[in-house]
């Protein structure tokens, strides 16, 4: 599967976003997604994950309450919703698949994923 994340911008403290990672080839009912973000000279982290089943993780305390993850399998897309940005939620985010049996839970190592899109820079202003 190939990933193509989009979305980001240059936006100001209190706004919002939404990324969209959109997957290739015939279907991505089978993937767990994870979104992970790495900001200027430090290590990627994640952010969150959701489940082939659409259970979420947030992974991240400084996000919950402002980001919300979903995916659309009929779309082939898993979003990041971002409100009430901070300029400490710049960073680059990547979304990241990796095909799973089970239908509950998603990896939270950046080495259990396979496939990667390759990122798309989100920049918050203060």
């Known amino acids: 599967v190939q990933l193509q994340a989009s979305g980001g911008g240059l936006v100001q403290a209190g706004g919002s976003l939404r990324l969209s990672c959109a997957a290739s080839?015939?279907?991505?009912?089978?993937?767990?997604t994870g979104w992970f973000r790495q900001a200027p000279g430090k290590e990627r982290e994640l952010v969150g994950r959701?489940?082939?089943?659409?259970?979420?993780?947030y992974d991240l305390d400084s996000v919950k309450g402002r980001f919300t993850i979903s995916r659309d399998n009929a779309k082939k897309t898993v979003y990041l919703q971002m409100n009430s940005l901070k300029p400490e939620d710049t960073a680059v985010y990547y979304c990241?698949?990796?095909?799973?049996?089970?239908?509950?839970?998603?990896?939270?190592?950046?080495?259990?994923?396979?496939?990667w899109g390759q990122g798309t820079l989100v920049t918050v202003s203060s």
């Open positions: 959701i489940s082939r089943s659409g259970d979420i993780t």
């Open positions: 080839g015939p279907s991505y009912s089978r993937y767990a």
């Open positions: 990241a698949a990796k095909s799973t049996i089970l239908s509950v839970g998603a990896p939270s190592a950046p080495s259990e994923y396979p496939y």
